[in-house]
């Protein structure tokens, strides 16, 4: 049994590589035409690796594109982000 499996319980609602990559791509679209939530979402796309390949740098910029519309999550996870960047610099 897989991850997916174990957590949902059943093989329907297995995401796929495949489903990944088209959340993925409805997700830029939409945050690339101001959607807050989109913005969010692909954030954290990128910031896990699912759907394209992880990218800090990226997550980092559409997590700062959401908090200055007033996603209250995105200025979270975006100060999370600040504070594993900056304890990164330290080791």
Request: charged letters at 25%.
């Amino acid at each position: 049994m897989s991850n997916t499996e174990a957590k949902h319980g059943n093989k329907d609602s297995i995401e796929t590589n495949e489903d990944l990559y088209k959340v993925f791509y409805w997700y830029q679209k939409t945050a690339e035409n101001g959607n807050i939530n989109a913005q969010h979402n692909l954030a954290l796309s990128y910031y896990n690796g699912e759907g394209t390949e992880k990218n800090l740098e990226k997550a980092f910029y559409w997590y700062q594109k959401a908090a200055e519309y007033g996603c209250e999550i995105a200025q979270y996870n975006l100060a999370l982000l600040y504070k594993k960047v900056k304890e990164q610099k330290r080791i």
